[in-house]
């Protein structure tokens, strides 16, 4: 089993800065691909942004690109999201996602950390 563990949301003004790690612990996992999706109550999940294991390319939603970066350390199993020029609009609960290598689904998933721009 893997857990996948998230920190770094909070409050923050609009223009501000942010940056939440997750980081996966477990046995038996290959990680292929991690990435952040966001959800605002009452809608569905959307993609925010992943990054390939193997080679660290990073892909963003249009929403995010040029604000957000995506990061992993591969040693510590970790990922991160450096997110700068927040807008209200980018208030959500953000959640770590793994798949493992070979795999086109996300398997594991974080519990999700509160993010709130305030305008």
């Known amino acids: 089993q893997v857990q996948l563990a998230e920190s770094g949301g909070g409050l923050v003004q609009a223009g501000g800065s942010l940056r939440l790690s997750c980081a996966a612990s477990?046995?038996?996992?290959?990680?292929?691909?991690m990435a952040w999706f966001r959800q605002v109550p009452g809608k569905e999940r959307e993609f925010v942004a992943r990054?390939?294991?193997?080679?660290?390319?990073?892909t963003y939603a249009d929403s995010v690109k040029g604000r957000f970066t995506i990061s992993s350390d591969n040693a510590k199993n970790t990922v991160y999201l450096q997110m700068t020029s927040l807008k209200p609009e980018d208030t959500a609960v953000y959640y770590c996602?793994?798949?493992?290598?070979?795999?086109?689904?996300?398997?594991?998933w974080g519990q999700g950390t509160q993010v709130t721009v305030s305008s």
């Open positions: 477990g046995r038996s996992f290959s990680i292929g691909t």
């Open positions: 990054i390939a294991w193997s080679n660290g390319i990073p």
């Open positions: 996602a793994m798949r493992n290598a070979g795999r086109g689904i996300y398997d594991y």
